[in-house]
């Protein structure tokens, strides 16, 4: 597609449910980032992935939160048990040629996921 | 000490004013430097790459001080709609792996005022 899509944009979620949030990165994007953004805060790094593979996870908060990226393109990211501190946005975010050392990593954003856990 | 830290701000200024943001990184290591623009409930777009000589943008320039390890973006002549949130992000260094992750700080608040 033209842009990094992010699917639910809204959603809203009981204490202990389980949640999947969608990325369609922009075609042939390699490089896929999953950011956490609360209100008042910037983007924070949760998980980086550099064609299927994770490349850094050091983000993830804990082992409730997991994400996939199966063929290289979209990404789930999955969390389990949410907590009212799961609350935010999270962004998602794609870059053509990745964070090697041989290429400026800019990134593309999605409109990002509002997750609300009441 | 965080990866990457910004004044939160706000700064409000007067249309026309100048105004300048700095950014402190904390890895001498970090590859690559940016800044970010984000309007209120939206996502970051990119404002402009920041490269060591310096570079320039129509009223935005960014420069970057390796020695002390702090990326700053001058915004002149400001515009009522320079109104934003602008976030400065860094490039690496590399994991283990080789891959460089993008850590944002959180972000200078400017309000423009009429």
């Known amino acids: 597609g033209a842009g990094v899509s992010q699917t639910p944009s809204n959603k809203v979620t009981e204490k202990g449910k389980y949640v999947e949030l969608r990325c369609d990165p922009i075609s042939g994007h390699t490089a896929l980032y999953w950011y956490r953004q609360s209100l008042g805060q910037g983007p924070e790094f949760l998980i980086y992935f550099q064609g299927t593979g994770a490349a850094d996870d050091s983000g993830l908060p804990n082992d409730r939160f997991f994400a996939v990226r199966p063929e290289g393109s979209v990404s789930t990211l999955k969390i389990q048990r949410t907590e009212r501190g799961d609350s935010a946005v999270y962004l998602c975010a794609s870059s053509l040629y990745g964070g090697d050392s041989s290429g400026a990593n800019v990134l593309t954003f999605g409109a990002g996921s509002r997750l609300t856990v009441l | 000490r965080k990866e990457v830290e910004q004044d939160p701000g706000p700064f409000n200024v007067p249309e026309g004013a100048t105004v300048a943001f700095n950014c402190t990184y904390s890895?001498?290591?970090?590859?690559?430097f940016f800044w970010y623009r984000q309007d209120c409930r939206k996502e970051p777009k990119l404002l402009m790459s920041?490269?060591?000589s310096g570079n320039e943008d129509g009223r935005f320039t960014a420069q970057l001080n390796r020695a002390s390890q702090y990326i700053s973006l001058l915004i002149r002549d400001s515009k009522l709609s320079d109104s934003a949130t602008y976030l400065c992000?860094?490039?690496?260094?590399?994991?283990?792996?080789?891959?460089?992750?993008?850590?944002f700080g959180t972000g200078t608040k400017l309000q423009v005022i009429p």
């Open positions: 890895n001498s290591a970090s590859q690559s």
């Open positions: 992000a860094v490039n690496g260094p590399p994991n283990s792996g080789g891959y460089q992750k993008v850590t």
């Open positions: 920041v490269y060591s």
